[in-house]
């Protein structure tokens, strides 16, 4: 794949190796588009990637220190799954990568997964990466295993606890609440407070295309990473209006020269906190992060300018890694985006 934008192809996987899954920190388990699932050789949950939570639609802090096979997912306390892992933990080091296909029973569905299960390096970590293939409707009669637990057999006091209609727990947040954040930021620390939002962004938008991932799979059987990208533009437009950042609208007149013009109409942060400047860092890292995942590669999403008179709004600038400092570099000046567009394009010339 290409800096060309409109000709980006969604792979299935990222390139990562198996084996070197438990070199990774949290943080990288958590940009991997696939669900993670690392359990100790009494299969004790020890780490548990946002893909694997929003995909099985159970809250990590759940899960973590309970046991797989018997407590979290007992539909595979089967000689076929826990069977096969528990002769990987039984084995000494160095077997590989062992791989099965499965069907994962939840009371809201099914879904078809292939399994690789890997070893880390001292035997002590034992890592299911989990990929979802189909997803189906619940299934019934002999063949059905025993469903997942309901989530609240897992969590002990849901007293004041809110959910949506997926079950994942929200929180009803007035505009105020992110006036009052960015204003406490900028007061606090006001020159960290980008790296802040943005970083706070960047785990939203992981949790938000993973969903939508899901979402997708459910409704047409199809891989949302495999679609085109006026497609997914489609959808992202959707789900960002709907979670009420505002109207997003995406410009591919420089797809061509590897880059992708976004404008978000009604932005909620370009009206809050800061009198002047760029404020919707979190939405760079959001989108950053939505579009990393989705890519397969790391990709940048820079805000460069933003207005809170009028018609509030804010318009980003999405790049692949090798343009990303050159990008930061033009929208740190305060030029206008038509400028940044045309300085990148210079940049490229020979």
């Not at 990288?28 to 669900?35: F, M, Q, T």
């Not at 997942?148 to 727990?169: C, H, K, N, T, Y």
């Not at 940048?300 to 343009?323: I, K, L």
Request: charged share 25%; with cysteine; aromatic share 8%.
């Amino acid at each position: 794949m290409n800096d060309d934008l409109m000709s980006m192809e969604f792979s299935a996987q990222r390139g990562t190796d198996p084996l070197a899954i438990d070199a990774l920190d949290d943080g990288a388990l958590d940009e991997l588009p696939y669900g993670v699932i690392c359990i100790d050789a009494h299969g004790i949950i020890l780490r548990y990637n946002i893909a694997e939570a929003r995909f099985a639609r159970l809250d990590r802090t759940a899960v973590i220190g309970r046991d797989f096979f018997t407590e979290v997912a007992p539909c595979t306390a089967t000689p076929e799954f826990e069977g096969r892992v528990r002769e990987v933990i039984s084995q000494p080091p160095g077997r590989g990568v062992v791989a099965f296909n499965y069907v994962f029973d939840f009371k809201f569905g099914a879904q078809e997964v292939t399994i690789d299960v890997v070893a880390s390096r001292d035997h002590q970590r034992f890592y299911l990466l989990v990929n979802r293939r189909t997803f189906l409707p619940m299934r019934s009669g002999p063949d059905a295993r025993a469903h997942a637990p309901r989530l609240e057999e897992l969590v002990s006091d849901e007293a004041g606890v809110l959910r949506d209609a997926r079950e994942q727990r929200v929180v009803h947040a007035q505009q105020v609440l992110f006036d009052a954040l960015l204003r406490t930021c900028d007061r606090v620390a006001p020159s960290t407070w980008e790296i802040f939002c943005r970083e706070w962004g960047v785990m939203w938008g992981r949790r938000t295309v993973v969903d939508l991932e899901t979402e997708w799979l459910e409704r047409t059987g199809q891989s949302f990473r495999d679609q085109p990208m006026t497609v997914v533009a489609e959808e992202m437009v959707r789900v960002i209006q709907g979670q009420g950042w505002g109207a997003p609208t995406f410009d591919f007149t420089r797809a061509t020269h590897g880059a992708l013009r976004i404008r978000l109409d009604n932005s909620i942060l370009a009206a809050a906190g800061r009198g002047t400047g760029r404020r919707c860092a979190l939405l760079s890292g959001m989108l950053s992060a939505m579009f990393t995942h989705l890519a397969s590669r790391r990709l940048v999403v820079e805000e460069t300018h933003c207005t809170r008179e009028g018609h509030p709004h804010c318009q980003f600038v999405v790049v692949g890694e090798s343009r990303a400092d050159r990008l930061r570099k033009l929208a740190a000046t305060g030029a206008d985006i038509d400028t940044v567009l045309r300085d990148l394009d210079v940049e490229e010339t020979p």
